[in-house]
């Protein structure tokens, strides 16, 4: 593994069904982010990490839940997913050196969900 | 008002030219900004980060930050057609965590 891997790359869905999407860091990071992007409305977070054990919402968590319970996993769950989270979805970490948010985010390559 | 703007476009450039990105912000407290460049179907990849008011250039991107006018900029010099893609700017926040809120992006592309 290098960098941030993700999965399934993509994944259609029947409405009320429950779904994992992966994601799998070997960089040692400690912060981990769920983002989803639609279009024309840009990377919008779902949850963050800043480090393992501890997990916070974003802009837009409701459907959605995360754990964290080492560095490297942070899995997303749809507990009953619908139409509207119909979505790519991407991973990120970040190192975090302590001085605030001045660390580029790393991105994985994405899952591509598609929910009828 | 978003937090952070961009002229979704597409902006479109003559090859060789100078492509011009800009970003403006609300938070002032942001102190670290961010270029990303997106293929089509592909994940975000940092070009550039800027923390200090004045100009940052590596090779043919120069980033601009004016805090006083809370906006930031990407030049591009020599316009490829492999610079045809979505470029983000993304902000920190004053939040006291290490999250980044996102402009939407803006298309560019590069004509031959």
């Known amino acids: 593994i290098a960098g941030i891997t993700q999965a399934p790359t993509s994944q259609i869905l029947a409405a009320g069904r429950r779904m994992t999407l992966r994601c799998t860091q070997d960089?040692?990071?400690?912060?981990m982010y769920w983002y989803r992007q639609d279009l024309g409305l840009g990377l919008r977070l779902i949850h963050y990490?800043?480090?393992?054990?501890?997990?916070g919402k974003g802009e837009v968590p409701d459907g959605y839940s995360v754990s964290r319970a080492n560095t490297d996993d942070f899995p997303l769950t749809l507990a009953s997913a619908v139409p509207s989270q119909t979505s790519v979805y991407f991973c990120?970490?970040?190192?975090?050196?302590?001085?605030?948010?001045?660390?580029?985010?790393?991105f994985g390559p994405g899952t591509r969900l598609t929910v009828l | 008002q978003k937090e952070v703007e961009q002229n979704s476009g597409p902006l479109s450039v003559p090859e060789g030219a100078i492509a011009s990105l800009n970003c403006t912000y609300s938070?002032?407290?942001?102190?670290?900004f961010f270029w990303y460049r997106q293929y089509s179907g592909k994940s975000p990849e940092l070009i550039m980060f800027i923390y200090s008011n004045g100009d940052k250039e590596d090779g043919r991107f120069t980033a601009q930050l004016n805090k006083a006018s809370q906006y930031v900029s990407l030049l591009i010099r020599d316009s490829q057609p492999s610079d045809s893609a979505t470029y983000l700017c993304a902000v920190n926040t004053d939040r006291g965590n290490y999250q980044l809120i996102w402009g939407a992006g803006t298309k560019l592309i590069i004509k031959p």
């Open positions: 990120a970490s970040s190192p975090t050196s302590g001085r605030g948010a001045w660390d580029e985010q790393f």
């Open positions: 990490s800043n480090t393992a054990g501890t997990t």
């Open positions: 938070d002032r407290g942001s102190q670290s």
């Open positions: 960089m040692r990071h400690n912060a």
